[in-house]
């Protein structure tokens, strides 16, 4: 907010210039970005603007008012309202529903959204250019003068921070306001002449033939205030500000009034502002007020009442102020406090502060107007305990320094993306992934939900590397996603780890072959497999499988016992072309969660051999089958090995239909004996050998390879 200095001073009595004042609002909690130098179009008026950053719960500190009273409480000085007349405004008529006078007929159709509403009319108006005092102001403070009717609504508006607007009444059906629903579909001309087509969750102000403003945020067009107005409706009404946060939020359509209707305006200073610019019109536009007012009211805001400790206060502030100096700040903020016998303050929070709740917003208060300067540095006492990491977030950091360490560097994406990502990604229309948690307000047709993998962001950040020409693209991401749970407004979130490698591995291809420089399904299988194993989980398995991202035969999906927890592969060739790669990209995603459940934080200690190992090759001949993978063979030769059989690698896979037959492949593979308490002798090697064999053969119809 713009507050020119010279306007405030108006307010505050206080012999200070304006960087001390920004100095000590600044330090008081309403942040003074900086200070400039105004001068006016005309060149007749000068002045100095602190612009202020005003926080999202302080909607009292968007007026001069509001500002002034701030000030004064933290400079321990006084501070003043404008000279208000309420006798303008009659005796108001008071209406739970509905308010009428002669003039004027208020109905609220809505009162959860429009609580209070109060009207007064006046004719006889003569719309001129404002007093150069007034223009001025509202110059400095951001607001293009218009007329004296528009301009005395955004003035007092400025001044007590309670948003105004004027009817031409004569355009008015009846001079009847109704506050109500919209309809879906009906629609509304704004003064930007603009056409709005509003919702039923939407609040109109409307006459008996149709909508004349979108409540707290732009009136109509049809009813706008003209050179030729003489007559005039002032509102002045309180309004729910979540209400008015959808509908702006919906409409893209921000304005001086939404800004702090959003902010929560006092439900108690309508009518003194109504008193306000009625005042003011009646001084720069002549005319005569046609009263009483009339005040449709759906029930009165009585203040909130909170029990201050003054030894809470005292504790959680490091000070020692007594309950009277407690008492003293807050009533300089306007509150109203009594000291009880036992010491505590009861205290009557005004309702142009409904921010203030509990307690610890009274401590708070206390604090700013005593001044965070004047908190004394304590050393805390002993630490009963110390914060650590839970072993959740230890084999986080574990898996992160693991992808790290395979040479993945670490990306962060946003959490939302959109259905056509999914497109890309080659998802059929049922996929389970599509299930996605909708955003009820996204910030653009881009990120209109929430991300069910985190494999379209990452394809996404190397597209963006291609494009870039980075050659060698290595990434990773250990992030939540977010799949929506039936019957439950909360979604399931789990963490994830997603990687992708394509590209060379090295800087410079000088003398090096061609077919070493780029990754593969093992390359991206061995990353995976090293993660697991420094999460210390031991079941987990792979297997063969079809998914619409990779493609086929080259694929796998990840299981941790029975449960698949993810999937591995090369990125087929229409995932690549959608994402414009154009060298080969291997890819994985796994749920990180499940292996953090099964994880070990420490392994188990085993003793260096002390005796050398038996080397055995082994090669034999099985039917090429589906189901006689490395992995099974690998596990039959386990089953037979006994308790000196120390590992099991495949180093080789042969096929050749003339010399083995068709249909059927030879793996080979290398066995490790190992005995911890004495070297093994050939024989007993060569009689697990021969075990090893006789097993593979039964099982499953294995012949050994001469």
Not at 532 to 548: E, I, K, Q
Request: net charge negative; aromatic share 6%; with cysteine.
């Amino acid at each position: 907010m713009r507050v020119p200095y010279s306007w405030l001073m108006e307010y505050l009595q206080a012999d200070i210039g304006p960087a001390e004042l920004a100095r000590e609002l600044t330090m008081g909690g309403l942040e003074v970005e900086e200070i400039q130098d105004w001068t006016s179009e005309d060149g007749k008026a000068t002045d100095q603007v602190l612009v202020t950053s005003v926080t999202s719960n302080r909607g009292d500190l968007l007026s001069m008012v509001g500002v002034a009273r701030h000030a004064a409480a933290v400079l321990g000085a006084s501070w003043q309202m404008p000279q208000i007349d309420m006798g303008l405004l009659g005796e108001p008529v008071r209406g739970q529903t509905v308010a009428a006078t002669e003039q004027v007929r208020i109905e609220l159709a809505n009162p959860s959204g429009c609580p209070r509403y109060c009207g007064l009319m006046m004719d006889g108006v003569q719309v001129a250019d404002s007093p150069d005092w007034m223009a001025h102001r509202l110059d400095a403070a951001g607001m293009r003068p218009i007329a004296n009717l528009v301009d005395c609504t955004n003035y007092v508006m400025l001044e007590l921070g309670q948003p105004l607007h004027g009817f031409d009444y004569s355009l008015l059906q009846d001079g009847h306001i109704i506050v109500r629903s919209a309809t879906d579909g009906e629609q509304i001309l704004t003064l930007d002449q603009q056409w709005r087509t509003m919702t039923e969750s939407d609040l109109l102000i409307a006459d008996s033939a149709g909508p004349v403003a979108i409540a707290g945020v732009m009136g109509g067009a049809d009813t706008e205030m003209s050179w030729r107005t003489t007559k005039i409706l002032l509102e002045s009404a309180h309004f729910d500000p979540t209400s008015i946060r959808k509908t702006r939020l919906r409409l893209g359509l921000a304005s001086e009034a939404s800004h702090r209707f959003e902010r929560v305006v006092d439900p108690d200073g309508t009518l003194r502002a109504l008193a306000r610019v009625a005042g003011l019109l009646q001084e720069t536009a002549g005319g005569s007020i046609i009263g009483p007012a009339a005040d449709a009211c759906v029930a009165d805001v009585s203040p909130r009442t909170i029990v201050l400790r003054a030894e809470h206060c005292n504790r959680v502030l490091g000070t020692a102020l007594s309950a009277a100096q407690m008492q003293q700040y807050l009533e300089a903020l306007g509150f109203e406090t009594q000291i009880e016998a036992d010491g505590r303050l009861q205290v009557a929070v005004p309702t142009y502060r409904p921010d203030v709740e509990r307690e610890i917003d009274l401590v708070e208060e206390v604090a700013i107007v005593h001044g965070y300067q004047k908190i004394p540095t304590t050393v805390p006492g002993r630490l009963i305990q110390s914060g650590r990491l839970t072993p959740a977030q230890k084999f986080e950091r574990r898996a992160r320094a693991t992808l790290r360490a395979a040479g993945l560097n670490e990306t962060i994406s946003y959490s939302m993306v959109s259905q056509r990502d999914l497109d890309r990604m080659g998802y059929t229309a049922d996929a389970p992934e599509r299930d996605m948690l909708a955003l009820a307000n996204p910030g653009s047709d881009e990120q209109s939900h929430m991300r069910s993998r985190l494999l379209p962001s990452l394809l996404q950040a190397a597209e963006h590397n291609q494009h870039q020409r980075v050659e060698s693209v290595r990434l990773y991401e250990i992030a939540r996603v977010f799949m929506p749970v039936a019957n439950d407004k909360l979604p399931c979130e789990r963490l994830h780890a997603a990687g992708l490698m394509m590209g060379p591995y090295w800087s410079s291809s000088w003398n090096l072959p061609d077919e070493s420089r780029e990754p593969d399904f093992y390359t991206v299988k061995g990353t995976v497999e090293q993660l697991v194993g420094t999460l210390g989980v031991d079941d987990v398995s792979y297997r063969s499988s079809d998914h619409p991202t990779m493609h086929p035969g080259q694929c796998a999906e990840i299981l941790l016992g029975d449960r698949s927890i993810g999937i591995i592969g090369k990125l087929s060739s229409t995932v690549q072309a959608e994402y414009d790669l154009d060298r080969p990209a291997y890819a994985f995603e796994l749920d990180l969660d499940a292996l953090i459940e099964c994880a070990g934080l420490y392994s188990e200690y085993q003793r260096l051999p002390r005796f050398p190992a038996a080397l055995r090759d082994l090669a034999v001949v099985v039917d090429d089958t589906t189901e006689n993978t490395a992995e099974a063979l690998q596990q039959t030769v386990e089953e037979a090995g006994g308790e000196y059989l120390a590992e099991v690698t495949v180093f080789d896979v042969y096929a050749d239909a003339e010399r083995l037959g068709e249909g059927m492949k030879s793996v080979a593979l290398s066995l490790t004996f190992r005995r911890s308490e004495g070297t093994l002798t050939d024989e007993q090697v060569d009689q697990q050998v021969s075990a090893i064999v006789a097993h593979l053969e039964e099982k499953l119809g294995a012949q050994l390879r001469a």
